[in-house]
């Protein structure tokens, strides 16, 4: 009846996928979990993309692979990708290892479910509305709203679209044709994504208003009220201002009760960006750096940053009441959210997404949120802060190394003076040949496969480093290390 | 000089985070890959929200919890949760497990590195690149764009996003205040994401045109054309049409060529919504489904669906050679993208997303190719659509089930008449009978846990079972199974 095609099952399947597993699970604990950990060894296998290419050997064919080329594979992947858990790599805002969230990431994977409603996910609905209640109960709301979203700047444009639909409801039907040009306000040090959702939403990058930043990266609150003004001199509605808890690259915290201030008298909605700073709400000691954090409308959090969730893990939390997020969003498909099901299908909240299946992203920040509790979470940003301080007070003592400025944060933005340019400050080629230290520094150091961190230049300021400690392995010993590093890396420039 | 904070390392931590991973390990083995795909074991566990709740031990709390209780977590999460992996899992458009996608799976959380620059994504940025150039040589294209996205929702987005920029490039920087009304065409059973898409965007809902379907679901070309007629007549500027290829309940296919004529003659954009049936490519056999598929300027295809990549596996591909995509989203972030880099810095494509840190999704898809070939996938899809035939044939034999249309794929949607029902087509009450019995199976299938299996209304069709085959290891006895316990659940009502 059907022809040559093979309607039953082969009994080899199953046993020998898990067998493949298997195998492929003890590869990937020794080559990325015991040999990526190790101090001993490199941080990534520095490949050039051609050679890469052919030692990957990426084709895909007609037909299949023998185990034992997959095992080879698996185990290729591994050596020639970078190791974002080696103590040493420090080249963006996420690094290290926590194994309970490891854990829970693999099972999310295995249990491959969609997080949209309790039928299929019945677990996962009841356990990321229990971590987004715990998540606003730190930034000091008992009530409200929230979702995870895929990455920091999904939140921020979900939190944009959400205030454009609380200031102008009638945009979700009739566009934006229907509404006033539209002003947003977010500092110069303020993550990009903010002009990408505002590109993304229809709203354009015009009318986005940069606000001016003072020297340690913080919005200055007068500047906002000028380009406030300004903007309403064009004719464009002030609707959404975006407070920044920890710059990328200087981990700068914005002042927010004065912008709170400031937007609550301009009827603005207040959005904070506390995709890198949020962590430090974990913290007695250092929460004060979000002091008025409770007065925004929304936050974004990533917990796929500090806390080593993995990616992905962002949050964006409302402290609305009125079911905003839902009215905005949902389009109310009755193949999915139907009305007559058995159980209380308020429990279906996929429908506050712009997404139709969304991945599980509270249960690896669940399971180790068990493991280690509040406190441990408070430990890790104290110690984390504690030695990035440490990072300063030691590059202070050496004198080939310059502060770009003091941070309040874990990252230490700083410049190595090699010894050729040293006191040759008023040299005219100065800056320009200073820009080139960190460049020539990085590709030794990837080649090298020591460590990894990252540079940039940034207004004026020429090519510098942005260290950033995050994982919780770390210790004095690997602060005294990137120091020595960098200057062995550097010496003879 | 840090106070009380504790700045070393503990030895223990890295040794107990391994054993823990590979107990958990051990038991997502056992209770999830050996239980959850057996056939004697249930699909779910159904338990009731606020029991649940209490079972589960949801609340996280100050202090961390031990080695034996965070190993029981694991064990509950996974006992709680519904075995989409179970061969008689048919309530979503994904089902089934491949071991080697889900390796790949295991081991890109494991690497934990975000897509974005070739300096930390070294072997996926290249692995991206060539999975993209092999589905759009599938398309038909050898040249083209394409990216992989957190689900078809947000591809179909994408799509929409850079057609609107190609029909009017000032959107990008003015918002749609500098434009013309825009219009957007999509078929009545076409995904609910077209609609959320044009609210994101601030294009609006009321600017979705709805065309009218024939009994199959297939779109019916003349209404498009009448719908653009319609929409010019209301001084909205038609822009991009939505064609989709596999719809959500009964898996039509929309007439491309016909469509793709319209378009052109129209000067619009032409997407295709092939989340769902882009998969026939890989069947010589059924890939005339998608005839004129080439004729596109974008495909929305999700991997994660029929392919059993696991989700989140969805891409969207573009024919456009002129970098439209980058141009379309750019932000150009000089802390990420520095053009002063050591390497070809034209692989750091990050800025082709709208997102920043981007998951990495193509290691899943890719592993599997290597492990099944290309022949695999089109035996795969072969067999799903000859068992779906099997069933509908099977159906066609029993007379208590009726099919509501004939369909071309997998899906299978059809009304159980029980009983109580049969020859009273003609009582006043019949529909309004009929449109609960669905809901009255798929409860006491859930409470039994021995499949699951969606329902919904549609268009003046009362509810309705919507059946997907989609998993490789399902075969005619599994068919039977399926039509037997319908007849069972249902033999009372």
Known sequence: MNGHVHLEESDMYESDGKLFLSEAFNVIMEEILHKGTDRKE?????????????????????????????????????RYSVKTCHPRFFNQLFAGMDYHALTGRLLTETLNTSQYTYEVAPVFVLMEEEVLRKLR??????????????????????????????????????????????????????????????????????????????????????????????????DAVPFFVNATAGTTVQGAFDPLNCIADISERNGMWMHIDAAWGGSVLFSKKHKHLVAGIERANSVTWNPHKMLLAGLQCSVVLF????????????????????????????????DKSIQCGRKVDCLKLWLMWKAIGTCGFSER???????????????????????????????????????SLRGKENNPDYQERLSKVAPAIKERMVKRGTMMVGYQPMDGHVNFFRMVVVSPRLTTKDMDFFLDEIEKLGKDL
């Open 42 to 78: 490199k941080v990534c296998e520095w490949t050039e993309p051609d050679q890469l290419r052919a030692l990957m050997d990426l084709d895909l064919r007609e037909n299949g692979e023998s185990h034992e080329q997959l095992i080879q594979r698996v185990r290729d992947v591994a």
């Open 137 to 234: 109960s730190l930034v000091g709301w008992s009530e409200g709203d929230g979702i995870f979203c895929p990455g920091g700047s999904v939140s921020n444009m979900y939190a944009m679209n959400v205030a454009r639909y609380w200031a102008f409801p009638q945009v979700k039907t009739q566009g934006l044709w229907a509404t006033p040009r539209m002003a947003i306000f977010t500092s110069q040090r303020s993550h990009y994504s903010m002009k990408k959702a505002a590109a993304f939403l229809g709203i354009g990058t015009d009318n986005v208003f940069m606000v001016k930043v003072d020297e340690s990266g913080s919005m200055i609150p007068e500047d906002l009220e000028a380009k406030i003004v300004q903007a309403k001199s064009q």
């Open 319 to 350: 402290r609305d009441t009125t079911n905003l997020l839902m009215r905005c969003h949902s389009a109310n498909a009755t193949y999915l959210f139907q009305q007559d099901k058995f159980y209380d299908t308020s429990l279906d909240m996929g």
């Open 381 to 419: 940003v104290n110690k984390a802060l504690a030695l990035a301080r440490y990072l300063v007070e030691e590059m202070e003592k050496r004198d080939n190394f310059k502060l770009v400025s003091k941070g309040h944060f874990v990252n230490v933005c700083f410049w190595f003076i090699p010894p």
